[in-house]
């Protein structure tokens, strides 16, 4: 049954950035909170990047040339973008506003350098920083997801330091070791921010209630 403000079933309009360095398990840890947690939608970037193997067309990405990438980087269609391990990312802003418009909360996968620029844009966004429980773990999960070759590896953990330095910045800092719990602490914060942003327009709703039962004869 859905609870009377049923902050826990539909969205309120927030932004959550999520950043991590490559292979501490974003991917797999939004997909599980989407997955349980009503009322979210992904943002799709835009990118250079060729697909990989079982990513979708319009789910995981929009899948574009370098030049059709740079011919938007020109007509301003993106909130922002970046160049991360030699292809290009970006958030593209009427997208963004449209599922604001539906009132669902919104989940960006961005980087560091997004993540800023978002935050000095939308004041309002929540940003979550997931580590790796260590480098050795990371080099294992890289390693693992048997998607990139060993020089790609290198290069991902010689970004991990740059990208983990940048996490103080964030609003909150989540270990993913063990999945069921980082997920856990992932929804406790949806489920918190959700709680913040509704408390004045619950809190209105709650004293008219209260004045209308004053103003009845309960004797
Ligand atoms: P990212 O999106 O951050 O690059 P992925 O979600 O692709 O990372 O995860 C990288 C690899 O680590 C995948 O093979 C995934 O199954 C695995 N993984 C994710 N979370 C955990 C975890 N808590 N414990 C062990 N392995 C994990
Ligand atoms: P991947 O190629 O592994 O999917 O993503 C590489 C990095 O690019 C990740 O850190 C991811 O968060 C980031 N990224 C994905 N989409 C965007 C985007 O739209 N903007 C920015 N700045 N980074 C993005």
């Known amino acids: 049954m859905e609870s009377r403000t049923g902050l826990r079933e539909r969205g309120t309009g927030l932004v959550f950035i999520f950043s991590a360095p490559s292979g501490a398990g974003k991917t797999t840890l939004i997909r599980k909170v989407m997955a349980e947690l009503p009322g979210l939608r992904f943002s799709v970037s835009f ?6 193997a079982g990513e979708e067309e319009g789910k995981d990405y929009h899948f574009v040339s370098p030049p ?3 011919e938007m980087v020109r007509k301003g269609e993106f909130l922002e973008w970046a160049e991360v391990l030699g292809n290009y990312y970006g958030t593209r802003l009427p997208d963004l506003d ?3 418009l539906e009132g669902k909360d ?8 997004g993540a800023r620029r978002v935050l000095k844009q939308m004041g309002h966004a929540i940003a979550i920083f997931i580590l790796p429980p260590s480098p050795e773990a990371l080099r294992e999960r890289l390693v693992g997801r048997r998607l990139d070759s060993p020089e790609v590896i290198e290069r991902r953990l010689a970004n991990a330091k740059k990208e983990i330095e940048e996490a103080h910045r964030y609003h909150y800092v989540i270990v ?3 999945l069921e719990e980082a997920a856990a602490a992932l929804k406790a914060v949806i489920v918190a921010e959700r709680c913040r942003k509704e ?7 709650k004293m008219k209630e209260w004045e209308v039962y004053d103003g009845q004869n309960h004797g």
């Open 47 to 52: 990118t250079t990047r060729p697909p990989r």
């Open 106 to 113: 919104l989940i960006l996968d961005i980087d560091i350098q």
């Open 199 to 205: 408390k004045e327009s619950i809190y209105a709703m």
């Open 68 to 70: 059709f990438f740079m």
């Open 98 to 100: 449209q599922l604001q």
């Open 176 to 178: 993913n070791e063990r």
